[in-house]
């Protein structure tokens, strides 16, 4: 991805709408008792579509945004969004993105991780209250809301980077072509 | 060059990996900072605008959550009307007998009088937190509506957390199922006292640790908050909020101590509206 300043501000925007929705529209909806999380799945997009370095400084800045917007302790979201996108970011670089639920899949994948990195982070920083089992049917649905949700976000980030993605979409050929006097 | 891209790449990542562990280090436990609150009372007027723009979408994903669970919740309600009735015609004369006692002693003290040290400040939820490790919302009033941090914050059911810190327009709501929150209650009619906390993941029920297993709790018994005071220190919370009803009382042999299990009165996850308790005297 060729990152020019509009490019860039398209992807603050990106990412800041995808907070604000995050935190007023998708925390505050529960589907069987879980309340979707789009904001691994959207680093997981960014970093699918411009590397892993587009995706570790936007996995970095979503995450230092919500911990603010939360007057949380700083630092916690920010370092397990940063993994996500690095981790997306390597597999776009290493892989070829094969066919259409690839990166719902990847969403999937790196949304039931995100969960379990915040599950890790948390415990090393001390709970002081019983954990119940329940948390693993709330990890499980985030990942599997993540799967319906990464496809929509993916082509709607793809869209709005178009400009700057390297590989074109392949354009479709109207007449195959001929050769002279055939 | 593409080593030296890659060197670039693993370079800003370990910076940011360090950046925040420096970032966690500086800021776990000590509260918000200025820098947080600036960000927070910049972007409360947006999140407003979006909470309002976005409810009628949310409204329309609750009615699908509602209606899945509805059929479940018919049987339980039927039954607890049942209860409910039954509890109602108990209280009613437990009314009158207290009317009449009222009179023969010349007390009046009745919870509401105790609430009325306070000033309710009525605040909208207009964000909330994403993951289940950390259970707070933002309301639209702060500090400049008399928000004050540790303020009890209660909807039209209950008890529902207090206040972590406020902002000047927006404030931080640690509800009772936060990891960090604890609540000195008791269980009305017996009394007995413990501490309310949340058990992590599971936002429908709530612990009441360390009873005395002498004392038996029954299922159904409701929970209020103690408001204890002594030696200068008092509970944050005023007494007799409603916190929640007893589901389940099993004593732990080994601990010798009952745990009782609670179905908090507030609906946790589905927050509108809230009411913080401004002002008034702790305990």
Not at chain 1, 4 to 26: D, E, H, Y
Not at chain 2, 93 to 116: I, M
Not at chain 2, 178 to 187: F, I, N
Request: hydrophobic share 45%; aromatic share 6%; proline share 5%.
């Amino acid at each position: 991805m060729i990152v020019t300043p509009k490019i860039l501000a398209r992807i603050a925007a990106l990412a800041l709408a995808g907070v604000l929705l995050q935190l007023s529209f998708f925390s505050r909806v529960e589907l069987f008792h879980t309340s979707p999380d789009i904001l691994p799945a959207l680093v997981a997009c960014l970093a699918l579509l411009g590397g892993s370095m587009t995706g570790v400084v936007s996995g970095f800045s979503i995450g230092f945004l919500v911990d603010c917007l939360l007057v949380e302790a700083l630092g916690i979201t920010s370092l397990v969004l940063l993994g996500i996108g690095y981790l997306a970011g390597l597999y776009r670089e290493r892989f070829e993105i094969h066919g259409s639920l690839a990166p719902a899949l990847l969403c999937m994948g790196l949304t039931l991780l995100a969960e379990l990195g915040f599950a890790v982070v948390q415990l090393l920083l001390g709970i002081d209250a019983p954990v119940s089992t329940l948390i693993v049917r709330d990890m499980l649905l985030k990942s599997v809301y993540a799967f319906f949700l990464g496809w929509p976000i993916y082509l709607l980030i793809r869209r709005v980077l178009r400009p700057a993605l390297v590989e074109e979409p392949k354009v479709r050929r109207r007449r195959q072509p001929t050769v002279l006097g055939a | 060059m593409y080593r030296k891209q890659v060197r670039r790449r693993r370079a800003v990542l370990a910076l940011l990996i360090v950046g925040s562990f420096v970032l966690l280090t500086l800021t776990y436990a000590r509260g918000s900072t200025g820098f947080q609150r600036g960000v927070s009372t910049i972007f409360s007027p947006v999140q407003e605008v979006a909470d309002r723009a976005l409810k009628p979408a949310r409204d329309l994903v609750d009615w699908f959550d509602k209606t899945f669970d509805a059929r479940g919740e018919n049987s339980r309600l039927r039954a607890e009307l049942v209860t409910a009735r039954k509890q109602a015609v108990a209280t009613q004369e437990a009314l009158q007998e207290n009317g009449q006692l009222r009179k023969l002693v010349k007390l009046d003290r009745s919870p509401a009088l105790a609430f009325s040290a306070y000033k309710p400040v009525t605040g909208r939820v207009i964000a909330r937190s994403p993951t289940v490790w950390r259970s707070s919302v933002t309301i639209d009033v702060g500090s400049s509506d008399g928000v004050h941090v540790d303020d009890p914050v209660v909807s039209g059911a209950g008890l529902v957390g207090r206040v972590a810190s406020a902002e000047g327009g927006s404030s931080q709501v640690m509800l009772l199922t936060d990891h960090a929150s604890a609540v000195s209650a008791k269980v009305v009619p017996p009394g007995v006292q413990g501490v309310v906390k949340p058990e992590v993941g599971n936002p429908e029920e709530l612990i009441l640790d360390f009873i005395d297993s002498t004392k038996r709790v029954h299922g159904g018994q409701s929970v209020v908050t103690a408001g204890w005071r002594a030696q200068g220190l008092a509970s944050l919370f005023p007494p007799g909020l409603p916190l929640g009803e007893v589901t389940r009382a099993s004593i732990l042999q080994q601990e010798a101590q009952q745990q009782v299990d609670i179905r908090p009165f507030a609906d946790l996850r589905n927050l509108d509206l809230v009411q913080v308790l401004t002002g008034g005297s702790r305990g």
